[in-house]
């Protein structure tokens, strides 16, 4: 049971437009998520996150939105750079499950310049 | 700072043989710790976690076992390596509850010939 799903394995954005990456999730204990960005032969690095009590965190370029009635999260990324291009990772946490954390498949981002 | 050492950074094994990978963290005290392997073309998937020396939890029955001998080492093995046992396997930490990020190492490319 995928308990955490990117559904678009892979997606292509110009330089400069808004790339919009989206992760839907089936848990309903899950209150804590977060985005990992994974270029080719290295370990995922922390992007960004956020609390179940949220709906919106933004970090510079990044932006991340909760949806919780739709159990739908995105990552949206404005401006894109090229340098941007690499696998984005989804995942999510459970306050009674010990900080485990559940991946999605990812989706793989290429930025054309 | 805190750093996450693996090694070794690639590895090809025949089956049958036997597997240690280590990871190691410093500049932190009782991190959690744990193990993930991303196979070709899929997500991570949590292999062990470790909330103390000597606490290991397994998430998917396998070929593959844990221990943490130190409070900053964790160790990743097999008796006897399958083919199936191929792929990227990360050593993440993290601090705290279910509210905080993990953080990875760089990895370690098992190919199993």
């Known amino acids: 049971d995928q308990q955490v799903k990117q559904n678009s394995p892979s997606l292509s954005v110009q330089e400069g437009r808004i790339s919009i990456l989206n992760c839907d999730y089936t848990?309903?204990?899950?209150?804590?998520f977060l985005w990992y960005k994974k270029y080719p032969a290295e370990g995922p690095t922390f992007l960004i996150s956020i609390s179940s009590i949220k709906d919106k965190n933004e970090d510079g370029r990044f932006t991340v939105f909760l949806n919780k009635s739709a159990k739908h999260l995105s990552l949206h990324i404005v401006p894109s750079q090229p340098g941007d291009s690499a696998v984005y990772f989804c995942a999510a946490s459970a306050g009674n499950q010990g900080g485990k954390l559940i991946f999605g498949q990812g989706t793989e981002l290429s930025v054309k310049p | 700072s805190q750093t996450i050492h693996q090694w070794p950074a690639t590895l090809v094994q025949p089956v049958g043989s036997p597997l240690s990978l280590e990871c190691t963290v410093e500049g932190t005290s009782n991190p959690n710790l744990y193990w993930y392997r991303q196979a070709a073309g899929r997500g991570l998937q949590l292999l062990f976690y470790s909330v103390g020396i000597g606490q290991i939890s397994s998430e998917v029955p396998q070929n593959l076992s844990a221990s943490r001998p130190q409070d900053r080492q964790f160790i990743l093995s097999s008796k006897k390596l399958l083919l199936s046992d191929s792929g990227f396997y990360l050593c993440?930490?993290?601090?705290?509850?279910?509210?905080?990020?993990?953080?990875f190492g760089p990895g370690t490319r098992l190919t199993v010939t």
């Open positions: 848990n309903s204990m899950f209150d804590y």
């Open positions: 993440a930490w993290s601090v705290g509850g279910a509210l905080y990020e993990q953080y």
